[in-house]
């Protein structure tokens, strides 16, 4: 089972990205597929959650109404579209899996997990 996030790169403030974490080996049927973020220096942040099997989804405070998490089933992919993004959203990205819960303490805690994607919001 492997994750694989892309997308990640290089924006203005205010500018918009579209990150994108594409699963092998399992449909992840009723997982919760979570997006989180760490940056320098700074612990694990929940960035926001879509379970798989109805499609409710959660969101942090400090991306609510900016973030959007999506899932295409029939392509086996998450995505979290950034829009208004800031210079605190800068971080490396990590797209997880779990059966129970969207918030573990550190990545490896989760299910499975990516390999992350550095997002960098600088003018």
């Known amino acids: 089972v492997q994750l694989a996030e892309s997308g990640g790169g290089l924006v203005q403030p205010g500018g918009s990205l579209r990150l994108s974490c594409v699963a092998s080996?399992?449909?992840?049927?009723?997982?919760?597929m979570t997006w989180v973020r760490q940056a320098p220096g700074k612990g694990l942040e929940w960035v926001s959650s879509?379970?798989?099997?109805?499609?409710?989804?959660m969101y942090a405070d400090s991306v609510k109404g900016r973030f959007t998490i999506s899932r295409d089933n029939a392509k086996n992919t998450l995505y979290l579209q950034m829009n208004s993004l800031k210079p605190e959203d800068t971080a490396v990205y990590y797209c997880a899996a779990d059966r129970f819960v969207i918030r573990r303490s550190t990545l490896t805690q989760y299910d499975y997990w990516g390999q992350g994607t550095q997002v960098t919001v600088s003018s």
């Open positions: 879509i379970y798989t099997s109805d499609g409710s989804s």
């Open positions: 080996g399992s449909t992840f049927s009723r997982f919760w």
